[in-house]
């Protein structure tokens, strides 16, 4: 009788719904087909069925699994004691891996040492660095004797080595996160877009820009900087123009009070937003609407001052604006380059001036805006969701099917 392979697929950052958690999603259900599988994370921010719900998959073959401490880093900075991490690190570790024949890591950061028979990551942008590089920037390490220090890389080196031997395999969510990695970590990832889904466009569409994002208060997104284009375009092009600003908002006070802030901001303006909206809602806000609005690193500086954690590591909502027919203007940095085709489904804009400007361009000429949108549905194709699934099937086969190895330098 064949055995069902166990897998277990860890959230490593759960507080919200976002991309990373559609990801999450997409890979449950598809090792669901095959395998006894458990959702691990934290426990906040969402449950295994509310996750199906959003995303519209059947996740009940699937089993939750919550560790409260999942949010925490799985890196061993220098200030910290390295005796303590392997007494109790690398115990939280294994209590976190061990039981499954395949251990796969869904986050931004480290993976923690594996005790699964193999494992995979899934890499959305390495915040973290391989010891070397974090360790560089630590101000304790430094104040360290050359003996100290040389006594406690090799120990750091092995650990890393240790950590990354139950990997099978590195996946990133894009060609310039699999650069990152390469570049942190000293490992080639291989590239696996995220899933899109979406219906295709309404006709006619309607005069609605249109802007998807968290209502994060740190303002990771920029939304801010759409209020300054507004205006802008709306003297180009007249006042039949909207904009239609969608987002998740946590409870949490200060989440509250910047949808509060942005909506104080907005007074006077043809703005809508649309908090926390179900999904149907979303889809079809995306399918009316002419235009894509993308401000993630937009506001004015040249690509290469901007640091790489604020650029737009892949860009799911510009996929799924280009699939519901919306042509998109986003920043001319991070994974949005390996969407957008510039001045063929779309605009790669450097800085404000040339959102407004290539807006105001789609604006005064509808069929010029009507021919990059169907080129806009045409490209958003190849990051179709059946595309993700057939290639994550297939990589969890082919880690299920051999031992681990080695694949750090």
């Known amino acids: 009788m064949r055995t069902v392979p166990r897998v277990g697929v860890f959230d490593h950052l759960s507080a919200d719904l976002g991309g990373s958690q559609l990801v999450v999603a997409r890979m449950v259900s598809v090792l669901s087909e095959e395998c006894s599988v458990d ?21 009940r073959r699937a089993t939750e699994r919550i560790i409260p401490d999942a949010g925490r880093s799985f890196a061993v900075p220098g200030e910290h004691s390295l005796a303590g991490y392997v007494k109790h690190g690398l115990r939280f570790d294994r209590s976190l891996t061990e039981p499954y024949d395949l251990f ?5 950061g480290l993976p923690p040492v594996s005790s699964a028979s193999t494992a995979l990551v899934y890499c959305h942008f390495p915040i973290e660095a391989r010891p070397e590089a974090e360790l560089a920037a630590t101000m304790a390490w430094h104040r360290r004797s050359a003996i100290d220090r040389r006594i406690r890389m090799a120990s750091y ?27 942190l970590w000293g490992i080639r990832a291989g590239v696996m877009y995220p899933p899109v889904s979406m219906e295709g466009p309404l006709e006619p569409k309607r005069d609605v820009i249109v802007s998807i994002g968290r209502f994060d208060p740190r303002d ?17 092009v007249g006042d ?63 690509e290469e001052s901007l640091p790489a954690w604020r650029m737009e590591h892949f860009g ?8 519901a027919g919306c042509v998109p203007l986003v920043p001319a940095s991070g994974g949005q380059l390996e969407i957008v085709e510039h001045a063929m489904n779309g605009f790669l804009c450097r800085d404000v001036d040339a959102l407004i400007a290539h807006s105001v361009e789609l604006a005064n000429d ?10 806009a549905t045409e490209r958003s194709m190849a990051f179709r969701a059946e595309v993700f699934d057939r ?16 694949i750090a330098r």
């Open 104 to 108: 796969v890591y869904s986050g931004h």
């Open 366 to 375: 509808d069929t010029l805006r009507a021919r990059m949108s169907d080129k």
């Open 240 to 302: 039949t123009w909207s904009l239609c600003i969608m987002g998740f908002c946590g409870e949490a006070p200060e989440e509250r009070k910047y949808v509060d802030m942005l909506r104080d901001r907005a007074r006077g303006l043809p703005v809508t937003f649309l908090v926390n909206a179900d999904r149907s809602r979303v889809r079809q806000s995306l399918r009316e609407a002419k235009l894509f609005w993308h401000s993630r690193g937009l506001a004015g500086h040249e």
């Open 391 to 406: 290639g994550f099937r297939e990589a969890a086969r082919e880690v299920l099917s051999t031992t681990a190895r080695v």
């Open 39 to 59: 959702l691990i994370h934290g426990g906040t921010g969402y449950t295994l069925a509310g996750l199906g719900e959003a995303f519209g998959l059947d996740l």
């Open 157 to 183: 080196n092995y650990l890393w080595r240790r950590r990354m031997r139950g990997y099978r395999r590195v996946l990133a969510n894009s060609q310039f996160t699999a650069a990152w990695i390469e570049r």
């Open 316 to 323: 799911i909502a510009t996929v799924e604006a280009m699939m």
């Open 220 to 236: 990771r997104k920029n939304v801010g900087v759409q209020f300054e284009a507004l205006p802008r375009f709306l003297s180009q």
